[in-house]
């Protein structure tokens, strides 16, 4: 992990927006000569300090510090604490507040805490811009980051981000390079520290730490948020853009409740098809073919080593390799695909962990079972060949497993937890039926917005609509059609495969 920590900023004890305390600088720096000959000489912050500090917070300054040292303190006043920042659900409003333009253009490479402290010079970052500063470690793929760290009880504290430009910032408010707006962070976990005849927004160690088991404190909260414990969403609606080849990142994913109100973000990957089940996404890597799956939980704006690869080169017995996929989905145990078409009707059907272990088994008959799009339900795995025919079996399909056809002229096929949608062929009709097939198909009116459709998925709440020019809409399920389907402004352009999680059942 990179520890670049230049161009910290001092955040949280600024003087008041309107600077009513400006006249106070000068009587300030002979409180901080005083601080500075005591301790460590070293002045040369001294005038970008007293330029950021009222005399309030310097005379605030000089009664704690005393000289640079945290003196008296007992155990008691100490705690250990296991600092988490997440960096999953940073929400729009937060991102829009970065004082530096284009901060979030460029991959977050550090992740730190930094302390008010017990020198004035190492205040938030301070003039030193590195002295009191705990680098925090990404926790595996994840998006939390962690360390631990000795502080005094009543420590204020704020966590920052730094990008591979260099740049670095805190999430603290009120600040002189983005003095006259609202508090950075969500202000529902920070206090009220009168400073420099202020009043500021910050975090505060004897607010948000929690007794960890074993021993030591805890302290863990969203970046810019106040949730306690982090982000609680799961990636649930995942997408593809195009192009379908090279390496250029391409996936973008939203939870699902959040889809229609709130942009999707970009993740790193890059596939030309997605799927996601209850817990875990897989794809198909543009680059090379090759599979590739992740937990939802490890979704990850900062890295592509989330994904583990797997083999898609399925064989049975003696036979040659059969793969590679060319369609597949996540079940909620089984991931089920179809290979690249050896006849007319299509590719073979094949099923392996959902979580990537064991090997692939196929499903159906070796020799007639053949598909080239497949999707899962709860009890049904459903298919479609490549004379637009559709067919269905119960789940687990295993080898010797039964094809039911179910109907002609079928584009696609997508199941839910209680519903199956099919898009005909010319992609301009849409039907339901029950996900298990027993309550026959019904015709879903299109609104004019759509002219064609080239995809569907069934979410927990919604149907999503992919059409033929690359836009999304939604329906609540089980979608009554025609004015109910809406158009979804925050989704991504020019989108090319789309999927949303299977509903988790505990």
């Known amino acids: 992990m990179a520890t670049t920590t230049t161009r910290e900023p001092l955040y949280g004890s600024t003087p008041s927006v309107d600077g009513s305390n400006a006249g106070d600088v000068e009587a300030g720096r002979n409180i901080l000569e005083a601080i500075w000959r005591r301790s460590n000489g070293r002045r040369h912050a001294l005038v970008g300090l007293t330029a950021v500090l009222g005399i309030g917070a310097l005379v605030g300054a000089a009664q704690r510090f005393g000289g640079g040292g945290a003196t008296g303190l ?33 991959d977050i490479t550090g992740v730190g805490v930094v302390f008010r402290g017990d020198d004035p010079d190492c205040e938030f970052g301070g003039a030193s811009r ?18 631990t ?81 982090g982000c609680e969403v799961t990636i649930k609606l995942t997408a593809v853009v195009g192009p379908n080849s090279g390496s250029a990142d391409n996936v973008y994913a939203v939870e699902e409740r959040f889809a229609r109100s709130e942009p999707w973000k970009p993740y790193k990957g890059h596939f030309s098809i997605v799927s996601s089940g209850e817990y875990n996404t897989w794809g198909l890597d543009t680059q090379d073919g090759t599979l590739k799956w992740t937990r939802n939980a490890d979704f990850n704006q900062i890295t592509d080593d ?20 060319v369609d597949f989905d996540v079940g909620y145990k089984k991931v089920y695909c179809v290979t690249k078409s050896v006849e007319k009707a299509g590719g073979r059907i094949w099923a392996r962990n959902v979580d990537g272990s064991g090997d692939w088994e196929i499903s159906g008959s070796y020799s007639t079972s053949r598909l080239v799009q497949v999707t899962i339900g709860r009890t049904h795995l459903w298919g479609v060949n490549g004379v637009n025919n559709l067919y269905k079996c119960r789940d687990p399909c295993v080898a010797g497993s039964t094809w039911d056809y179910e109907g002609a002229s079928v584009k696609q096929i997508e199941v839910g937890d209680e519903d199956a949608f099919i898009v005909k062929t010319g992609g301009k009709t849409l039907q339901r039926n029950s996900a298990d097939g027993t309550k026959g198909w019904t015709n879903v009116p299109l609104p004019s917005t759509i002219t064609a459709i080239d995809q569907v998925a069934v979410g927990a709440t919604s149907l ?28 991504p352009k020019n989108i090319i495969s789309i999927d949303s999680g299977k509903v988790i059942h505990d």
């Open 74 to 106: 007992g155990a008691k006043d100490l705690r250990t604490v296991e600092f988490t920042v997440d960096l999953g659900c940073m929400s729009e409003k937060v991102m829009e507040k970065v004082p530096i333009a284009d901060f979030f253009d460029y």
């Open 130 to 147: 590195d002295c009191g500063r705990l680098d925090l470690v990404r926790d595996g793929y994840s998006m939390k980051w962690k360390g």
């Open 149 to 229: 760290k000795t502080v005094r009880a009543d420590e204020e504290y704020a966590f920052t981000l730094t990008n591979s430009k260099g740049d670095s910032f805190a999430e603290l408010g009120h600040n002189r390079r983005f003095p006259k707006v609202e508090p950075l962070a969500d202000s529902s976990c920070l206090e009220r520290v009168a400073a420099g005849g202020g009043t500021y927004l910050n975090r505060v160690v004897s607010k948000d730490s929690q007794p960890a088991t074993g021993g030591g404190y805890k302290i863990s909260f969203p970046f810019g948020g106040c949730r306690f414990g």
């Open 306 to 325: 989330n994904w583990v690869q797997v083999s898609n080169n399925a064989r049975h017995k003696s036979n040659p390799p059969d793969g590679p996929a």
């Open 464 to 491: 999503w609509i992919l059409d033929t020019s690359g836009g999304i809409h939604a329906c609540n399920l089980p979608c009554a059609g025609g004015a109910a389907i809406t158009a979804v402004p925050g989704a």
